[in-house]
């Protein structure tokens, strides 16, 4: 299984989050995608992705992920991983995400 961790802000997903559902696609090569949304009542947000033909869509929710911090993030994508035990993990190319996934590697 391939995670793709998407990011959005203010409940908007971030364009570069498409890019990075298309590589998982052009990756799996019959392996099932999931997609991970964080945030604090970002269902609305997961519902954009629905179109992206994918095996499932998490939607993971807490306060603490209301407000960007790079620790909340952090600590949410590592439990997911955890929980999920995916084979890859991929992450969109943006300012946030180089922000929060060297905390996640070094975990």
Do not use: C
């Amino acid at each position: 299984m391939i995670l793709v961790i998407a990011e959005q802000r203010d409940g908007k997903l971030n364009r570069a989050t498409w890019e990075t559902v298309a590589a998982a696609q052009q990756l799996a090569g019959g392996m099932p995608i999931k997609v991970a949304v964080f945030g604090n009542g970002s269902a609305a947000v997961a519902q954009e992705v629905a179109p992206a033909a994918v095996a499932e869509i998490v939607v993971v929710e807490d306060p603490a992920l209301e407000t960007y911090t790079p620790d909340a993030y952090a600590a949410a994508a590592r439990a997911l991983i955890e929980s999920a035990s995916p084979t890859f993990v991929l992450l969109p190319h943006t300012y946030q995400t180089r922000d929060f996934a060297p905390l996640l590697a070094a975990s």
